[in-house]
């Protein structure tokens, strides 16, 4: 049987809280959730986060498929494949710090320029290069959402969920197989996932039900809100990193 400390049950309600944001914007709980889990205990980020976030992405799509379109998103999974690829590569030749400090300010260019400069249209071509930089940003900071984030951040709430949580079914799994191929992926991570579990049922759950209460209209000011966040957290990762070293 499955016991829980006074830690585990605030991991719950923190697990919980993301999958509620998520379930209704489409992404946040990577963003906002893994790093008060990895306070909680770092043996939370980055599998277990990966894992429940994948399963949220398929409760989602399996919830909403009648919506969803998989042709219009389906550049931006294909995409993601060499974003990874090219992420891997600057892991590997590039030091990380400076890696974070630079998508960082890319990220926040990003945001100010659909702020106050011009509107992203969704199309073929800006999926394209939302999935390749969210596969590359992700591969290289764990943090790939705001990217694709910022493609759909014009239309309505529903469709912007919908179509996020299928790109992330797919695209999830390729950062765990790279965590895996760098042995990563333990049998501890796998039950720590399975623990935390219920907490993506019952957030699930409760955004479900509080889902007709709240408008079906653009979520460009929550998408810009979290893409910004994440902006300013790559930024000071890279920036302490880079201090400390």
């Not at 719950?12 to 489409?26: R, Y």
């Not at 770092?42 to 894992?51: R, T």
């Not at 042709?71 to 891997?88: D, E, K, M, Q, S």
């Not at 469709?159 to 790279?178: D, H, M, Q, V, Y």
Request: with cysteine; charged share 10%.
């Amino acid at each position: 049987m499955i016991s829980y400390s006074v830690l585990d049950l605030l991991a719950l309600l923190i697990v919980m809280s993301g999958i509620i944001l998520q379930t209704w914007v489409g992404i946040g709980f990577g963003l906002l959730a893994a790093p008060i889990l990895y306070l909680v205990d770092p043996a939370y980020v980055p599998v277990p986060a990966l894992i429940l976030g994948f399963s949220l992405s398929l409760l989602l799509v399996l919830n909403q498929h009648k919506l969803l379109c998989w042709r219009r998103v389906l550049p931006a999974i294909i995409a993601r494949f060499p974003g990874c690829w090219c992420g891997a590569l600057l892991l590997v030749s590039v030091p990380p710090n400076l890696l974070s400090i630079l998508f960082g300010c890319v990220l926040l260019m990003a945001v100010l320029t659909s702020l106050y400069a011009c509107k992203i249209t969704l199309n073929s071509i800006t999926l394209c290069v939302g999935g390749f930089f969210s596969g590359l940003i992700g591969t290289a900071t764990s943090v790939g959402g705001p990217p694709i984030a910022l493609v759909y951040q014009g239309v309505d709430r529903i469709t912007a969920r919908n179509e996020l949580a299928a790109f992330f079914l797919i695209g999830t799994p390729i950062s765990i197989l790279f965590l895996a191929l760098q042995g990563r992926v333990d049998i501890g991570s796998l039950l720590l996932s399975l623990k935390m579990l219920p907490g993506v049922l019952v957030g699930f759950g409760i955004a479900r039900l509080c889902d007709n209460r709240i408008s079906a209209s653009s979520s460009k000011p929550v998408l810009l809100f979290i893409s910004s966040a994440s902006a300013i957290t790559i930024l000071y990762k890279g920036i302490s990193g880079w201090w400390s070293a």
